[in-house]
């Protein structure tokens, strides 16, 4: 296989952020005229970009809507694998997330992040969780919690969520399960 170009020519890269007027307006992309010049010849090429139209607010509902309609595809399990020890809600978390190798939904991560903060000056605040709560029964809760989320939760509201708080990724799981 030959490359279209040789490594040691140089490539300048000028682009224009005009649309043609030509193009159609049902096309949800426009054209960016991109001038390649290559030594000695220039070429012109067209590249379609995504609509500008967008606003940060339409595109942070349109992620949180994405987000939803994964997270709603994904199955609770129905199997427990074992019991697990933990001496934090988020701790607990950790551990299913690595467990049955799924995320967690946002809200869930929040709550699990509230309920561990809500321990703070309480009389067993120093004590491990699981003495407190049987693992069984927190793990089920978690699970509980999750499907309310994964099932009921609105894209919009996680969205307006989001808006407000600009860390709101450190609590979006990375953990994608192979389906």
């Not at 005229?33 to 090429?45: A, L």
């Not at 999750?146 to 996680?158: N, Y």
Request: hydrophobic fraction near 35%; glycine fraction near 4%; charged fraction near 20%.
């Amino acid at each position: 296989m030959k490359r279209a170009l040789p490594w040691s020519d140089q490539v300048d890269v000028i682009s224009s952020d005009e649309s043609s007027s030509s193009s159609s307006s049902s096309s949800s992309y426009s054209s960016l005229d991109v001038e390649v010049q290559v030594n000695d010849g220039t070429k012109n090429v067209a590249v379609d970009q995504p609509p500008k139209e967008l606003s940060s607010d339409g595109l942070l509902i349109r992620k949180a809507e994405i987000y939803q309609e994964y997270m709603k595809q994904l199955p609770i399990p129905t199997q427990r694998g074992s019991v697990i020890p933990f001496t934090t809600w988020m701790g607990l978390g950790r551990s299913i997330k690595q467990l049955y190798g799924q995320p967690l939904h946002y809200l869930t991560n929040i709550l699990l992040k509230q309920w561990d903060h809500s321990r703070v000056g309480s009389e067993d605040e120093h004590r491990p969780l699981d003495i407190i709560v049987h693992p069984c029964k927190a793990e089920a809760t978690v699970w509980l919690v999750e499907e309310l989320h994964r099932q009921t939760s609105s894209h919009h509201h996680m969205a307006k969520l989001w808006q407000s708080d600009p860390m709101h990724h450190a609590f979006i799981d990375s953990i994608f399960p192979q389906l």
